[in-house]
T-cell receptor, first 117, second 114 residues
Framework: DTGVSQDPRHKITKRGQNVTFRCDPI?????LYWYRQTLGQGPEFLTY????????KSRLLSDRFSAERPKGSFSTLEIQRTEQGDSAMYLC???????????????FGEGSRLTVL | AQKVTQAQTEISVVEKEDVTLDCVYE???????LFWYKQPPSGELVFLIR??????QNEISGRYSWNFQKSTSSFNFTITASQVVDSAVYFC???????????FGKGITLSVRP
């Protein structure tokens, strides 16, 4: 499978616990994005990387959230001290951004659904 | 700031009917990109089409067609002869020239009944 893969697909945790999600992008893609989607809403941007550099973070990304892409390949999104409001689908996407075209389409994974009890 | 409005929330049609999904966008940028994505029950967002702000040529691809009108800031999507497999949530999204992130609308849930 050469698409974007995310793990785990589902995570149920108790409030206060830490959780980590992993995303493996399409191999030649240099950009990687994290979005959050709650029920009945469209995806909301959280952060994105170009190679290993984190270039933008949304105000939605509180200090309990941290994302990394250490070698410019896979990425992790960690949520510390989870709250019930963190329950959502966390979507990862990747794209190939070339200098002459900033708008390469995003390819999304199937998401990681988080339920905080 | 960018904004995408999908005023329709749920649409239900009978198979073989045509259906149009509306999208209105707001941006002050002169260079921008518009997208439609489909999200089936599996959850994965599937890219359907991208249009550039400087290309208002409308497009037909099989049963899908898109109507981009800058004068009304609209980018509507039509499915001709709908099929049950078209049932999904459809998102319109906007990206401006200097920005890398997509701004999504709230989505339209399309149900196609046999």
């Amino acid at each position: 499978d050469t698409g974007v893969s995310q793990d785990p697909r589902h995570k149920i945790t108790k409030r206060g616990q830490n959780v980590t999600f992993r995303c493996d992008p399409i191999s030649e893609h240099n950009r990687l994005y994290w979005y959050r989607q709650t029920l009945g809403q469209g995806p909301e941007f959280l952060t994105y990387f170009q190679n290993e550099a984190q270039l933008e973070k949304s105000r939605l990304l509180s200090d309990r959230f941290s994302a990394e892409r250490p070698k410019g390949s896979f990425s992790t999104l960690e949520i510390q001290r989870t709250e019930q409001g963190d329950s959502a689908m966390y979507l990862c996407a990747s794209s190939l951004a070339q200098s002459t075209d900033v708008a390469g389409e995003l390819f999304f994974g199937e998401g990681s659904r988080l339920t905080v009890l | 700031a960018q904004k995408v409005t999908q005023a329709q929330t749920e649409i239900s049609v009978v198979e073989k009917e045509d259906v149009t999904l509306d999208c209105v966008y707001e941006t002050r940028d002169t260079t921008y990109y518009l997208f439609w994505y489909k999200q089936p029950p599996s959850g994965e967002l599937v890219f359907l089409i991208r249009r550039n702000s400087f290309d208002e040529q409308n497009e037909i691809s099989g049963r899908y067609s898109w109507n981009f009108q800058k004068s009304t800031s609209s980018f509507n999507f039509t499915i001709t002869a709908s099929q049950v497999v078209d049932s999904a949530v459809y998102f319109c999204a906007l990206r401006t020239g200097a920005n890398s992130k997509l701004t999504f609308g709230k989505g339209i849930t399309l149900s196609v009944r046999p």
